[in-house]
Nanobody, 120 residues
Framework: QVQLVESGGGSVQAGESLKLSCVAS????????MGWYRQAPGKQRELVAG???????MYTNSVQGRFTISRDNAKNTIYLTMSSLKPEDTAVYYC??????????????WGQGTQVTVSS
């Protein structure tokens, strides 16, 4: 089993920045893609960004150029640095871990989520 714990969420004004962290623990050997999803009220959960074990990133179009995903394999941790935040980025952000996929995370392991609220 893998446990994922997110942190770093909060409330900010539009245009500001936040950095999320996700620490993985447990049976992490062989873990490949990790990444971030988000779910806004009344909407489906959507993929935001993913990262391969070798550091190759991928982003959904709406955050390209504003968000940066990074990974520290020694710490079993991924980060999401979010800049130029917009009100539409408001959501609960979830960490995901995948043992099969290269860099698009679609695994069975989820964190508990961290709230990000962006006000205009």
């Amino acid at each position: 089993q893998v446990q994922l714990v997110e942190s770093g969420g909060g409330s900010v004004q539009a245009g500001e920045s936040l950095k999320l962290s996700c620490v993985a623990s447990g049976s992490t050997l062989g873990m490949n893609a990790m990444g971030w999803y988000r779910q806004a009220p009344g909407k489906q959960r959507e993929l935001v960004a993913g990262i391969a074990r070798d550091g190759r990133p991928m982003y959904t179009n709406s955050v390209q150029g504003r968000f940066t995903i990074s990974r520290d394999n020694a710490k079993n941790t991924i980060y999401l640095t979010m800049s130029s935040l917009k009100p539409e980025d408001t959501a609960v952000y979830y960490c995901n871990a995948d043992f099969d996929s290269y860099y698009v995370p679609r695994g069975d392991y989820w964190g508990q989520g961290t709230q990000v609220t962006v006000s205009s």
